[in-house]
Nanobody, 116 residues
Framework: QVQLVESGGGLVQPGGSLRLSCAAS????????MGWYRQAPGKQRGLVAA???????SYVVGVEGRFTISRENAKNTVFLQMNNLKPEDTAVYYC??????????WGKGTLVTVSS
């Protein structure tokens, strides 16, 4: 069982920045893919960004150029640097980890609120 613990959420003004962190523990198995999803009130959870162990990245349309995902494979940690935040980025952000055997795990989420 993989445990994912997120940190770094909070309240920020439009145009501001936040850095989310997620640390995975509880497994010796290598993690294939780590990423961030978000869920705004009344909307479905959707992918924000993800990074595989070989460095391949993917971003949802609308965050490229503002958000950057990075990962420390040796520490099973993933980060999401979010710049130029907009009110529409307000959501609960969830960390996600996928093992090579296909098992998927989720963190409990961290709230990001972008408001003046």
């Amino acid at each position: 069982q993989v445990q994912l613990v997120e940190s770094g959420g909070g309240l920020v003004q439009p145009g501001g920045s936040l850095r989310l962190s997620c640390a995975a523990s509880g497994t010796d198995l290598p993690i294939f893919r780590m990423g961030w999803y978000r869920q705004a009130p009344g909307k479905q959870r959707g992918l924000v960004a993800a990074r595989t162990s070989d460095g391949s990245t993917s971003y949802v349309v609308g965050v490229e150029g503002r958000f950057t995902i990075s990962r420390e494979n040796a520490k099973n940690t993933v980060f999401l640097q979010m710049n130029n935040l907009k009110p529409e980025d307000t959501a609960v952000y969830y960390c996600n980890a996928e093992l090579y055997n296909g098992m998927i795990f989720w963190g409990k989420g961290t709230l990001v609120t972008v408001s003046s």
